[in-house]
């Protein structure tokens, strides 16, 4: 193919990245530092690296412009960028760097690993200092100018309220590279994702959003490569607006861009929301050390965090360095049109902030009312979709659990941790129980917030699945190549009597039934519940907690589902469904213990075994682990859409953590109730079963039951408890 050679017009210093119009493409690129400015268009057959080089020469407010009649798209292009190398005053331009363009919307190709693509001389002292001259475009990947059309037939944001909200979150090569029912060309891609199987599970299962681990385009880590491993997970971004090409079924010219798109369209249809877990807090080039690959040589010192007292070194509060300077004006711009971008073009109903906390750090201290955040709250884009922080980072003062402004939930790690110890049956945490089962009024009863600030998980991604934290004590992590240092340690975890994989009926039954509890929980507490993948079914990662690295069997789904997977799955779906026809179960404002009008009861009370009220004595005895919890669905003061007060069936649930059953004395002697949900299988078999107030109800060692109060014309049911 002959190079090109491309007529240069002045063009548009905005948008930023590269802009079809019909005719040809406006390019633009902030740099505030740079001296000159070089455009490189590759031919689209990539393997002969032939190219034109345009030399960009309009600037306007440190945006080098032009545009090229007759560029389409498919084109391939990247940049090179001149300017002074002096990394102690935080500049580290290098023209013999090949760099991707920071708003490019599609990446074809991976990172190579080499030397070359280093801005100094590896292996030298004080290396970074050096100047390293070997040109690094044959290892890097190449910016893709997209056709922007695309017909979404009336597609439109769900805007599904977060009181309705069930979260799924999953991988979408995870989640269908092992699935029998799909071409075998289609798994583990975007295709394959928005396939009828795997969205008639998701149906089943009754989820009404799915939370993508990152699938922006990222960078595989020198030293998992090096290892023959991959970052599965994804968090290493370097296109902040790509869709990751790896995900593609076609792999080429930016077609990644719309098979994004027909999931987002597909799963609208299927009333689904997409939320994207994203990563603002630092990017793929890392610390001073990292490679050149866009950011730092488009304008290092404009683009990252700097040491104060030294421009040579980064801030790092991810662990992973290279954190964005959100206090440059057009850096915060560029994660805003980041976002924008994927609601607007993409259709995306959410986001879930990685190491939230990072972005409000303009400076040092994390400050909740940072330019970021106000950004957010005015924009009248970003103000209207889902918001979800992970409130927490690896710097001084970094957990924010609770003090994210409104508009934003949060993963609530203290739900996580606390439910994980009541159930693991240590002493002490009834008290915090009920908090977090009620939505955790201690943290975000204040500034208009309500229970969906809270998103109640068990597990994620980063951790045990549900099947490990009933089946292994410690980590086992062997496969990382860390030697088993990497992850937590403290995973609150307990293994039902036998370390992994056991052929013990009792040991099995148990680790079933303990799974059920914690699903039973998740799906019956007040706030946002998130699932994660495979939990549904017990899927094992053999009990690897950090299974970051992990792009094979150890982390996908094993859609190979047993007499236990399938029992797990109805159990699932079914209490899913529970929540979702029960409005008590899914309020919008916390319970207050108070009577209202017409309801002759408080919205909630909790009994203790015997059949009355909890007293003040009662919630500090540190060995109790046994509740009734009483939730009055006529005494809910919220109205529908049309302004009509909610009502709704009341409902009984009974929690026993005990190793031991205990019997327990159903409230109401004119009360009638009907067993709905059980988790034990001595109890399953009564479901449907309606006992009178007053018997005493065995409750078997760690179980959960569901009763719902049968409405009775003689009695107002409320009033006899």
């Known amino acids: 193919m002959d190079a090109i050679a491309p007529d240069v017009w002045p063009g548009k210093p905005y948008p930023r990245g590269a802009t079809f119009d019909g005719k040809g493409t406006n390019f633009s690129l902030f740099s505030e530092h740079a001296t000159g400015v070089e455009l490189v268009l590759f031919n689209k057959d990539d393997s002969e690296l032939s190219e034109a080089v345009v030399n960009v020469k309009e600037k306007t407010a440190y945006a080098w412009h032009c545009y090229l009649p007759g560029i389409l798209p498919g084109q391939p292009y990247a940049y090179r960028v001149d300017g002074p190398y002096d990394p102690t005053a935080g500049h580290r331009f290098n023209r013999h760097k090949l760099l991707l363009d920071p708003y490019a919307k599609a990446i074809n190709g991976a990172v190579k690993w080499d030397d070359s693509l280093f801005g100094y001389v590896l292996g030298r002292e004080a290396a970074d200092l050096s100047f390293d001259e070997r040109d690094s475009s044959p290892f890097v990947p190449k910016s893709v100018v997209i056709d922007p059309t695309f017909d979404w037939g009336g597609d439109e944001l769900l805007r599904i309220p977060w009181n309705e909200t069930i979260i799924y979150e999953t991988h ?27 969205l008639s599970h998701l149906k089943k299962l009754g989820i009404t959003a799915v939370e993508l681990l990152p699938i922006h385009q990222h960078v595989q880590d020198r030293y998992l490569v090096e290892r023959n491993l991959t970052n599965y997970w994804g968090y290493n971004t370097i296109g902040f607006f790509a869709p990751d090409f790896r ?3 076609k792999k080429r010219g ?36 990292g490679p050149t690959l866009c950011f730092r040589g488009v304008d290092n010192a404009s683009y990252y965090s700097l040491s104060q007292e030294n421009h040579r070194y980064y801030m790092d ?39 939230a906390s990072t972005l409000a750090r303009e400076f040092y201290d994390v400050d909740r009312l940072s330019t970021f955040f106000d950004v957010i709250l005015q924009d009248p884009v970003l103000s209207q979709v889902k918001l979800i922080a992970e409130p927490w980072d690896l710097g001084p003062g970094g957990y924010q659990v609770g003090n994210f402004p409104p508009l934003w939930t949060e993963w609530n790690g203290l739900y996580r941790d606390t ?6 049956g240590d002493e002490g945490h009834l008290s915090d129980f009920a908090l977090r089962f009620t939505g955790s009024s201690d943290l975000y009863q204040h500034e208009e917030r309500t229970p969906c600030a809270s998103i109640n998980f068990i597990t994620c991604h980063d951790g045990f699945t549900m099947r490990d934290l009933v089946s292994y004590n410690e980590k086992h992590n062997e496969a990382n190549g860390e030697d088993n240092r990497d992850g937590t340690n403290d995973n609150h975890s307990w293994n039902c009597g036998v370390e992994g994989p056991s052929d013990d009926v009792a040991i099995l039954e148990l680790r079933l039934r303990q799974i059920k509890n914690f699903l039973a929980t998740l799906f019956l507490s007040q706030g946002v519940q998130m699932l994660y993948s495979g939990d549904e079914v017990g899927r094992s990662q053999k009990g690897n907690n950090n299974a970051y690295c992990q792009d094979n069997e150890i982390a996908w789904f094993d859609w190979d589902f047993g007499t236990a997977e399938k029992e797990l799955l109805e159990f699932t779906s079914a209490m899913i469904r529970s929540f979702k026809e029960h409005p008590v179960f899914r309020r919008k404002n916390f319970f207050h213990g108070k009577r209202f009008a017409g309801s002759g009861a408080p919205d909630i009370f909790w009994l203790k075994p015997n059949g009355t009220r909890m007293t003040t004595h009662d919630w500090k005895q540190s060995f109790a682990k046994t509740i009734g919890i009483f939730v009055n669905g006529n005494a809910i003061t919220e109205s529908d859409a049309q302004g009509k007060r909610i009502t709704d069936d009341s409902f009984l649930i009974i ?18 109730w009907a067993l709905i949900h059980a988790t034990h299988r001595d109890h399953a078999g009564e479901t449907g079963s309606v006992f009178p107030g007053k018997t005493v109800f065995e409750m078997f060692d760690r179980s959960t039951v569901l009763f719902k109060l049968v409405k009775s014309k003689r009695n107002k049911a409320e009033r006899k408890s």
């Open 419 to 424: 439910v994980r110890k009541f159930w693991k």
């Open 172 to 198: 979408v090569k995870g989640l269908t590279a092992r699935h029998p029912e799909i071409d075998e060309r289609l798994r583990g891609t975007y295709a394959g994702f928005c396939s009828p199987p795997v």
């Open 317 to 355: 509060f991810s662990g992973c360095g290279g954190t964005f300077n959100m206090g440059h004006p057009r850096i915060l711009q560029l994660i805003m049109d980041s976002l924008r971008y994927w609601v607007l073009d993409m259709h995306v109903d959410g986001f879930r902030f990685d190491l």
């Open 254 to 289: 930016g077609e990644q861009v719309r098979e994004f798109k027909e999931i987002v369209k597909t799963y609208h249809a299927a009333g689904i929301e997409v939320i994207l877990d994203v990563v603002y807090n630092h990017t793929a080039e890392g610390n001073q050390l």
């Open 655 to 672: 929690i026993n953590a005990h190793f031991e059953a205990v019997p327990f004395m159903l409230p109401g002697s004119r009360n009638r």
């Open 247 to 249: 995900y593609s079924s």
